[in-house]
């Protein structure tokens, strides 16, 4: 927090941002847990009825909080008094002189602002609360971003009514009759539905992608009180939202991705599924399959004497290889791959699902739990992972800020033999499903042009021998492809 954005100490509290020590308020200690971090404590910097600054102590455990992480069981207290109970996601992170600084929006009702205006109530401040929740929940919401929500609202409430009506219509057919006739209905229905919320995306990106954070967090806000309750009858919509592993984009969320798409509790549900996984970056995620099962099958054919050694950094379900190797299964005994994840339930799922092709293939497998927060503080993984000929990290990097990317990128470049190539997988800047995601999933990622990821790979050291951007068919997941000078002689 600049000294430029804090209210000296005999300011009005007159800003959307309340610092603490400007309005004497004392310590307001916050707690949390993360799914991955366990049990977080600090202290409060600033607040608004939507928002924190926390400052934490990076000792004990907050880095590395990654941008978009969801924090659980967060309580915020001063004196005693409970300001504020639920969860939260965290949307900015900034290391500093042993401190981590956390920007986090609150997903519950917000900062019980009356506990403050009765501390502050002989100074007069209450009335100044009263009108800023007031503010933050109403005026800061534009009218044609209500009426945007309000007609979709409408839209969508029709139509679950519809489609719950003819479901129960079925309940007397039996069970096979039934089916064939929801599947009927739902080729039938989905296409104008995905098209109108289509239509929805293109309106919903014209009127917030002006906005600086302030403005996006008050209609953010808004938008889940009105919509959110819709879009969870999508089972992958619903799992970005309630994040049960911390964050959105876990390894079955990509399940989801590869397998089939009408999935849902009822005819509706089955609907927004196909459309949640039809939308640019769902079918982006989908195509990270080819793209990378190419180049891993172009390198194997450039290797003809010996095994070919890759790394997986984030492996997620690994989808990627299974894919390979049912298509190509005498790839596999010239492949020999350390699959690197932090998350138990994604290696246990690799280690199942790549057996049997370890047994018809010849494949040689090494999954590895790891945390990212180790990969970070890592100099060089040369010695953890042996050197590679390919490292590849498909969306990890999504979700590192920028000093995060470019300590990662650095220690995964020293496992690059000499010849050997680092390619790192990021969101285009111009994703145009990015506010879908942000807006209707809370699903927050770094997005980044060519020419920043295109640095990233030039600060690289030793100087790489060719630093290039490459994409997947839709463009919007770019790919940082960097290849490392071979010996000299």
Same mark, same amino acid.
């Given at each position: 927090m600049s000294e430029s954005t804090r209210l000296p100490v005999n300011a009005r509290l007159r800003a959307r941002r309340i610092p603490a020590d400007a309005a004497r308020l004392g310590a307001v200690?916050?707690?949390a #847990?993360?799914?991955?971090?366990?049990?977080? &404590?600090?202290?409060?910097?600033?607040?608004?009825v939507h928002g924190l600054a926390l400052e934490l102590d990076a000792e004990a455990g907050a880095a590395p909080l990654l941008h978009g992480d969801r924090l659980e069981e967060v309580s915020v207290e001063l004196d005693g008094q409970l300001l504020y109970a639920g969860r939260a996601l965290v949307r900015r992170v900034h290391e500093a002189d042993g401190l981590v600084l956390v920007g986090v929006e609150l997903e519950e009702a917000g900062v019980d602002l009356g506990t403050l205006q009765r501390h502050e109530a002989r100074r007069g401040f209450g009335e100044r609360f009263v009108g800023l929740e007031r503010q933050l929940r109403l005026e800061e919401v534009r009218p044609e971003f209500k009426a945007f929500v309000a007609d979709l609202s409408s839209w969508l409430a029709a139509t679950r009514e519809f489609l719950d009506a003819e479901e129960r219509a079925l309940s007397g057919e039996d069970r096979l009759t039934r089916e064939e006739t929801l599947r009927d209905y739902l080729d039938r229905v989905a296409p104008r539905i995905i098209e109108r919320l289509e239509e929805a995306r293109v309106e919903l990106s014209s009127l917030v992608a002006g906005f600086k954070e302030a403005e996006h967090a008050a209609h953010r806000a808004y938008c889940r009180r009105h919509l959110h309750g819709f879009f969870a009858a999508s089972p992958f919509m619903r799992r970005a939202l309630e994040k049960p592993l911390g964050y959105a984009g876990d390894y079955e969320m990509m399940n989801m991705l590869y397998r089939?798409?009408?999935?849902?509790?009822t005819l509706f549900g089955r609907a927004l599924n196909l459309y949640g996984t039809s939308e640019l970056a769902a079918r982006a995620n989908i195509n990270r399959l080819a793209f990378l099962g190419e180049r891993i099958a172009a390198l194997v054919a450039a290797t003809p004497d010996r095994r070919v050694r890759l790394a997986s950094i984030g492996c997620g379900p &690994?989808?990627?290889?299974?894919?390979?190797?049912?298509? +190509?299964p005498e790839l596999g005994r010239r492949l020999d791959v350390a699959l690197v994840d932090q998350e138990e339930r994604s290696i246990a799922f690799c280690e199942r699902t790549l057996a049997p092709l370890v047994q018809q293939t010849g494949l040689h497998v090494e999954p590895i739990r790891e945390s990212i927060r180790r990969l970070l503080v890592a100099r060089s993984l040369t010695a953890a992972l042996?050197?590679?000929? @390919?490292?590849?990290? &498909?969306? @990890?990097f999504d979700y590192l800020g920028d000093r995060g990317f470019g300590v990662l990128a650095q220690a995964l470049y020293t496992a690059v033999v000499p010849g050997g190539r680092?390619?790192?997988?990021?969101?285009?800047?111009?994703?145009?499903? +990015? *506010? =879908?995601?942000?807006?209707?999933?809370?699903? *927050?990622?770094?997005? #980044? =042009? #060519?020419?920043?990821?295109?640095? *990233?790979? #030039?600060?690289?050291?030793? =100087?790489?021998?060719?630093?290039?951007?490459?994409?997947?068919? =839709?463009?919007v997941n770019l790919f940082l492809s960097v290849r490392?000078?071979?010996?000299p002689g």
């Open positions: 200690r916050v707690r #847990r993360h799914a991955q971090l366990g049990a977080l &404590a600090g202290v409060v910097r600033d607040l608004s089939d798409h009408a999935e849902g509790e &690994a989808r990627e290889l299974s894919t390979l190797l049912q298509q +190509r042996g050197a590679r000929d @390919l490292v590849y990290s &498909a969306g @990890l680092l390619l790192i997988g990021n969101v285009a800047h111009d994703n145009p499903s +990015r *506010f =879908t995601m942000e807006y209707y999933s809370e699903w *927050f990622l770094h997005h #980044r =042009t #060519r020419d920043e990821l295109a640095a *990233f790979g #030039r600060a690289l050291a030793p =100087t790489p021998a060719e630093v290039s951007i490459e994409a997947e068919p =839709t463009g490392r000078a071979p010996e």
